[in-house]
Protein backbone atom coordinates (compact mmCIF):
# COMPACT_ATOMS: atom_id res chain seq x y z
CA UNK A 1 0.00 0.00 0.00
CA UNK A 2 0.81 3.51 -0.47
CA UNK A 3 2.56 5.14 2.30
CA UNK A 4 3.05 8.89 3.44
CA UNK A 5 4.39 10.74 0.56
CA UNK A 6 5.86 14.21 0.15
CA UNK A 7 6.09 17.18 -2.31
CA UNK A 8 8.38 18.63 -3.66
CA UNK A 9 11.33 16.10 -2.28
CA UNK A 10 13.58 19.16 -2.42
CA UNK A 11 12.95 22.75 -2.76
CA UNK A 12 15.20 25.85 -3.44
CA UNK A 13 13.86 29.35 -2.55
CA UNK A 14 15.35 32.64 -2.24
CA UNK A 15 15.45 34.40 1.20
CA UNK A 16 12.23 36.41 1.46
CA UNK A 17 9.78 34.23 -0.34
CA UNK A 18 6.95 31.97 0.25
CA UNK A 19 7.06 28.12 -0.06
CA UNK A 20 4.37 25.43 0.50
CA UNK A 21 5.37 22.07 1.58
CA UNK A 22 2.94 19.32 0.77
CA UNK A 23 2.10 16.00 2.74
CA UNK A 24 -0.08 13.28 1.61
CA UNK A 25 -1.08 10.77 4.66
CA UNK A 26 -1.75 6.95 5.04
CA UNK A 27 -5.21 6.69 3.72
CA UNK A 28 -7.35 6.59 7.18
CA UNK A 29 -4.90 8.05 9.14
CA UNK A 30 -6.53 10.08 11.48
CA UNK A 31 -3.12 11.87 12.89
CA UNK A 32 -0.60 14.04 11.19
CA UNK A 33 2.95 15.53 12.21
CA UNK A 34 5.17 18.25 10.75
CA UNK A 35 8.57 18.10 11.81
CA UNK A 36 11.79 19.76 11.22
CA UNK A 37 15.33 18.08 11.45
CA UNK A 38 18.47 19.75 10.73
CA UNK A 39 21.51 18.31 9.74
CA UNK A 40 23.22 16.35 12.69
CA UNK A 41 19.71 16.59 14.43
CA UNK A 42 16.79 14.31 15.30
CA UNK A 43 13.16 15.82 14.14
CA UNK A 44 12.11 18.92 15.94
CA UNK A 45 8.53 18.78 16.27
CA UNK A 46 6.08 21.47 14.79
CA UNK A 47 2.57 20.97 14.57
CA UNK A 48 0.49 18.03 15.05
CA UNK A 49 -2.94 17.42 13.57
CA UNK A 50 -6.43 15.14 15.03
CA UNK A 51 -8.14 15.74 11.78
CA UNK A 52 -9.31 18.63 10.62
CA UNK A 53 -7.97 20.68 13.66
CA UNK A 54 -4.37 21.41 14.95
CA UNK A 55 -4.24 19.79 18.42
CA UNK A 56 -0.34 21.16 19.04
CA UNK A 57 0.96 23.96 17.35
CA UNK A 58 3.25 24.58 20.26
CA UNK A 59 5.93 23.86 18.30
CA UNK A 60 6.09 26.30 15.21
CA UNK A 61 9.00 28.67 15.71
CA UNK A 62 7.05 31.78 14.79
CA UNK A 63 4.19 32.79 13.06
CA UNK A 64 6.14 33.18 9.66
CA UNK A 65 5.12 29.07 10.10
CA UNK A 66 1.74 28.09 9.37
CA UNK A 67 -0.06 24.52 8.77
CA UNK A 68 -3.65 23.42 7.54
CA UNK A 69 -5.38 19.99 6.50
CA UNK A 70 -9.10 21.09 5.78
CA UNK A 71 -10.17 18.45 4.33
CA UNK A 72 -8.65 15.76 7.32
CA UNK A 73 -6.33 14.28 4.89
CA UNK A 74 -3.67 16.24 2.99
CA UNK A 75 -1.36 18.70 5.22
CA UNK A 76 0.16 21.79 3.91
CA UNK A 77 2.76 23.70 5.84
CA UNK A 78 3.39 27.20 4.69
CA UNK A 79 6.28 28.94 5.29
CA UNK A 80 6.29 32.74 4.54
CA UNK A 81 9.32 35.20 4.19
CA UNK A 82 11.59 32.49 4.58
CA UNK A 83 14.78 32.63 6.22
CA UNK A 84 18.28 30.97 5.48
CA UNK A 85 17.82 29.43 9.11
CA UNK A 86 15.08 27.75 7.56
CA UNK A 87 16.82 25.18 5.63
CA UNK A 88 16.57 22.17 6.48
CA UNK A 89 14.36 18.56 5.70
CA UNK A 90 10.78 19.19 6.66
CA UNK A 91 9.26 15.53 7.71
CA UNK A 92 5.72 14.45 8.06
CA UNK A 93 4.30 11.26 9.92
CA UNK A 94 0.80 10.10 10.02
CA UNK A 95 -0.64 7.56 12.53
CA UNK A 96 -3.88 5.52 12.44
CA UNK A 97 -4.72 7.66 15.83
CA UNK A 98 -5.25 3.66 17.74
CA UNK A 99 -3.50 0.72 18.12
CA UNK A 100 0.09 0.23 19.05
CA UNK A 101 0.82 3.64 21.33
CA UNK A 102 1.36 6.57 18.70
CA UNK A 103 3.13 4.55 15.82
CA UNK A 104 3.87 7.00 13.33
CA UNK A 105 4.81 6.30 9.63
CA UNK A 106 7.01 9.08 8.36
CA UNK A 107 7.10 10.26 4.32
CA UNK A 108 10.95 10.97 3.03
CA UNK A 109 10.91 14.81 3.66
CA UNK A 110 11.51 17.72 1.84
CA UNK A 111 14.84 19.29 2.03
CA UNK A 112 14.23 23.31 2.07
CA UNK A 113 16.85 25.20 1.06
CA UNK A 114 16.63 29.03 1.67
CA UNK A 115 19.39 30.76 -0.31
CA UNK B 1 16.55 22.67 23.28
CA UNK B 2 16.84 18.75 22.89
CA UNK B 3 15.19 17.00 26.01
CA UNK B 4 16.45 13.82 25.30
CA UNK B 5 20.06 13.58 25.13
CA UNK B 6 21.34 10.32 23.41
CA UNK B 7 24.75 9.14 23.66
CA UNK B 8 27.33 8.54 22.03
CA UNK B 9 26.49 10.88 18.48
CA UNK B 10 28.90 9.01 16.90
CA UNK B 11 30.15 5.18 17.17
CA UNK B 12 32.08 3.32 14.75
CA UNK B 13 32.81 -0.71 15.64
CA UNK B 14 33.82 -3.39 13.60
CA UNK B 15 31.34 -6.00 12.49
CA UNK B 16 30.45 -8.85 15.29
CA UNK B 17 31.12 -6.72 18.07
CA UNK B 18 28.47 -5.43 20.94
CA UNK B 19 27.29 -1.97 21.54
CA UNK B 20 24.93 0.14 23.81
CA UNK B 21 23.64 3.34 22.45
CA UNK B 22 21.58 5.38 25.84
CA UNK B 23 18.52 8.08 25.80
CA UNK B 24 18.53 9.80 29.06
CA UNK B 25 15.88 12.71 29.33
CA UNK B 26 14.65 14.79 32.81
CA UNK B 27 11.36 14.30 31.69
CA UNK B 28 8.88 11.39 32.25
CA UNK B 29 7.01 10.00 29.60
CA UNK B 30 4.55 7.88 29.25
CA UNK B 31 6.05 5.75 26.54
CA UNK B 32 9.53 5.86 24.58
CA UNK B 33 10.14 5.29 20.68
CA UNK B 34 13.46 3.84 19.11
CA UNK B 35 13.37 4.79 15.28
CA UNK B 36 16.12 4.16 12.30
CA UNK B 37 16.86 6.18 10.14
CA UNK B 38 18.57 6.03 6.37
CA UNK B 39 19.74 9.08 4.70
CA UNK B 40 17.07 10.81 2.35
CA UNK B 41 14.51 8.27 4.49
CA UNK B 42 12.12 8.82 7.26
CA UNK B 43 12.50 7.32 10.39
CA UNK B 44 11.09 3.64 10.64
CA UNK B 45 9.67 2.96 14.47
CA UNK B 46 11.72 -0.56 15.49
CA UNK B 47 9.82 -0.31 19.28
CA UNK B 48 7.68 1.18 22.00
CA UNK B 49 8.33 0.71 25.23
CA UNK B 50 5.39 1.01 27.61
CA UNK B 51 6.06 -0.27 31.20
CA UNK B 52 8.65 1.55 33.51
CA UNK B 53 11.44 -1.21 33.63
CA UNK B 54 10.26 -3.14 30.32
CA UNK B 55 12.71 -4.97 28.33
CA UNK B 56 11.54 -5.88 24.43
CA UNK B 57 13.67 -7.78 22.47
CA UNK B 58 13.54 -7.62 18.60
CA UNK B 59 16.47 -10.40 16.87
CA UNK B 60 19.42 -8.93 17.93
CA UNK B 61 18.32 -5.81 19.29
CA UNK B 62 17.42 -5.41 23.40
CA UNK B 63 15.64 -2.03 24.32
CA UNK B 64 14.89 -1.36 28.55
CA UNK B 65 12.78 1.30 29.68
CA UNK B 66 14.07 2.46 32.67
CA UNK B 67 11.82 1.96 35.72
CA UNK B 68 11.10 6.12 36.46
CA UNK B 69 10.52 6.35 32.53
CA UNK B 70 12.75 8.74 32.01
CA UNK B 71 15.62 7.25 29.97
CA UNK B 72 16.40 3.76 27.85
CA UNK B 73 18.62 2.27 25.98
CA UNK B 74 18.98 -0.09 22.80
CA UNK B 75 21.63 -2.39 22.65
CA UNK B 76 23.21 -4.45 19.78
CA UNK B 77 24.52 -8.08 19.68
CA UNK B 78 26.90 -9.26 16.68
CA UNK B 79 26.39 -5.83 15.07
CA UNK B 80 26.13 -6.75 11.02
CA UNK B 81 26.79 -3.49 8.48
CA UNK B 82 23.34 -3.86 7.73
CA UNK B 83 22.94 -2.15 11.19
CA UNK B 84 24.43 1.04 10.03
CA UNK B 85 22.68 4.28 10.16
CA UNK B 86 20.91 6.95 12.47
CA UNK B 87 18.94 5.75 15.76
CA UNK B 88 16.68 8.07 17.54
CA UNK B 89 14.74 7.69 20.85
CA UNK B 90 11.64 9.50 21.00
CA UNK B 91 9.50 9.92 24.48
CA UNK B 92 6.18 10.50 24.04
CA UNK B 93 3.40 12.46 26.30
CA UNK B 94 0.68 11.14 27.85
CA UNK B 95 -1.42 13.69 25.85
CA UNK B 96 -0.01 12.06 22.83
CA UNK B 97 0.08 15.24 21.63
CA UNK B 98 3.97 15.86 21.24
CA UNK B 99 6.64 13.48 20.53
CA UNK B 100 10.33 14.55 21.57
CA UNK B 101 12.93 13.27 19.57
CA UNK B 102 16.35 13.06 20.59
CA UNK B 103 19.62 14.30 18.96
CA UNK B 104 20.42 10.65 17.78
CA UNK B 105 23.65 7.95 17.79
CA UNK B 106 24.78 7.92 14.35
CA UNK B 107 26.15 4.08 13.97
CA UNK B 108 28.45 2.75 11.25
CA UNK B 109 29.40 -0.71 11.40
CA UNK B 110 32.93 -1.27 9.25
CA UNK B 111 33.14 -5.12 7.95
Known amino acids: GAGVSQTPSNKVTEKGKYVELRCDPISGHTALYWYRQSLGQGPEFLIYFQGTGAADDSGLPNDRFFAVRPEGSVSTLKIQRTERGDSAVYLC?????????????FGPGTRLTVT | TQLLEQSPQFLSIQEGENLTVYCNSS?????LQWYRQEPGEGPVLLVT?????EVKKLKRLTFQFGDARKDSSLHITAAQPGDTGLYLCAGVYSSASKIIFGSGTRLSIRP
Open chain 1, 93 to 105: ASSPGTGVPYEQY
Open chain 2, 49 to 53: VVTGG
Open chain 2, 27 to 31: SVFSS
